[in-house]
């Protein structure tokens, strides 16, 4: 898929940019502050997924502003998409393909594929297990209408039964039992889905995020995936039972898929305390990049990469190694001196100033 035009009104500092991009590479220029990455979160918004700089909606629209406008026109197949999305600061945003309302923002993935690439994906290694579970959903949910209808339906049950024993105040009575288990059975349902789901994920990108931190790094080293979901063992049904007591005094939901974390190790050593930063970033990337080849084998369709100052934050090698690990697709990528590593050829560069795009 390409990305033929994007327009963005009133989105962050973007008041009216109207821009038409590189089928091939497109690199983004500017002075830090102007709005470099706001232009690349606004298009990496329009497949659906959350602010990869995890910004909530009222940050995404422009002061004094009650509604932020996202639209681009997409090439997929030999056919012609208009994607467009209102963010709402005050009530419920909306999004719409060809004129028809999207239900769920994350079935915008089945017309807009991305994959992005940020300075923070740092954190996919060394922050908290919510990251690496977005990650995760994220990618799943690009290939999958299946995934996205259940992890939705998962979230709805989850916020259910944690109101109900916030409720309960802490006393465990008949009729509070006899809703749990109501909404007990429908969490199970869900949670073993998710949980197939993810565990046939982490399965198919182990050996290819392997094979991308050796050409990354630059050396041969092992590294194992594993998916922490201890419910699955003991099956979800049991594992709630045991922390029936701990959940009604703490009011929420303490195990299931929410609570799931992937632990990467390298050698053998968690690489979340063990591996150097060199090293951590060099097992970001080879997420990121086995990310964009599950997403191409599960929907035969390329994704659009964007690159935030990627490069910025990696040696001469390893920018240049993960320079021959991109693919050949549509490239969008930002830089706050200019320059790009050997193998980038920009087929355009525009420079953004103070929220307005200028050709170069």
């Given at each position: 898929?390409?990305?033929k035009r994007?327009w963005l009104?009133d989105f962050r500092?973007?008041?009216?940019t ?5 089928k091939?590479?497109t690199l983004?220029?500017?002075l830090?502050?102007h709005g470099?990455?706001?232009l690349i979160?606004?298009?990496h918004?329009l497949?659906?997924?959350?602010s990869f700089?995890?910004a909530?909606?009222?940050?995404l ?6 509604s932020?406008?996202l ?7 030999d056919?012609?998409?208009?994607v467009?999305i209102?963010?709402?600061?005050q009530?419920r945003s909306k999004a719409q393909v ?16 991305i994959?992005v690439?940020s300075?923070d994906?740092?954190?996919?290694i060394k922050?908290?297990p ?7 959903d994220?990618t799943i949910a ?7 209808a ?5 979230d ?16 465990r009575?008949?009729?509070?039992e006899?809703?749990l288990?109501?909404w007990?059975?429908q ?5 073993d889905?998710?949980g ?17 931190y ?8 092992d590294?194992?995936l594993?998916?922490n979901?201890?419910?699955r063992?003991?099956?979800l049904?049991t594992?709630?039972?045991k922390?029936r ?9 303490l ?11 390298l ?9 150097s ?10 997420l990121?990049l086995?990310s964009?080849?599950?997403?191409e ?5 390329q ?11 990696l040696?001469?090698?390893r920018?240049r190694?993960?320079?021959e ?5 549509q ?16 087929g355009?560069?525009?420079?953004v ?6 050709g170069?």
């Amino acid at each position: 898929m390409i990305i033929k035009r994007l327009w963005l009104t009133d989105f962050r500092n973007h008041l009216t940019t109207d821009v038409e991009l590189n089928k091939k590479t497109t690199l983004i220029v500017g002075l830090n502050g102007h709005g470099k990455t706001n232009l690349i979160e606004g298009i990496h918004l329009l497949s659906g997924a959350r602010s990869f700089r995890g910004a909530k909606v009222d940050a995404l629209v422009a002061d004094g502003k009650l509604s932020a406008y996202l639209r681009a026109e997409i090439d997929h197949n030999d056919r012609s998409s208009l994607v467009e999305i209102e963010l709402a600061s005050q009530g419920r945003s909306k999004a719409q393909v060809n004129k028809q309302k999207v239900k769920r923002f994350r079935d915008l993935g089945d017309t807009v594929r991305i994959v992005v690439f940020s300075p923070d994906d740092l954190e996919i290694i060394k922050g908290p297990p919510s990251v690496r579970r977005v990650l995760l959903d994220e990618t799943i949910a690009i290939g999958s209408a299946e995934f996205r209808a259940v992890r939705t339906e998962f979230d709805q049950i989850l916020r259910q039964r944690n109101n109900l024993l916030k409720q309960a105040r802490g006393r465990r009575t008949d009729e509070l039992e006899s809703n749990l288990l109501i909404w007990d059975n429908q969490l199970i349902e869900a949670a073993d889905s998710i949980g197939d789901h993810r565990a046939n994920f982490v399965a198919s990108i182990q050996s290819i995020v392997a094979d991308f931190y050796q050409r990354v790094a630059g050396v041969s080293s092992d590294v194992m995936l594993l998916l922490n979901t201890d419910w699955r063992d003991e099956g979800l049904a049991t594992a709630l039972f045991k922390h029936r007591d701990d959940e009604v005094r703490r009011g929420m939901t303490l195990v299931g898929p929410h609570r799931d974390d992937l632990t990467i190790l390298l050698g053998s050593l968690n690489s979340r305390s063990h591996a150097s930063q060199g090293e951590q970033r060099s097992l970001a990337l080879a997420l990121r990049l086995a990310s964009y080849v599950y997403v191409e084998q599960v929907t035969g369709d390329q994704s659009v990469v964007l690159l935030d100052d990627v490069f910025s934050e990696l040696d001469e090698n390893r920018a240049r190694r993960l320079v021959e690990c991109l693919p050949d697709a549509q490239i969008i990528l930002t830089s706050a001196t200019g320059t790009v590593p050997e193998g980038i050829e920009p087929g355009q560069t525009l420079e953004v100033i103070e929220g307005r795009i200028h050709g170069c």
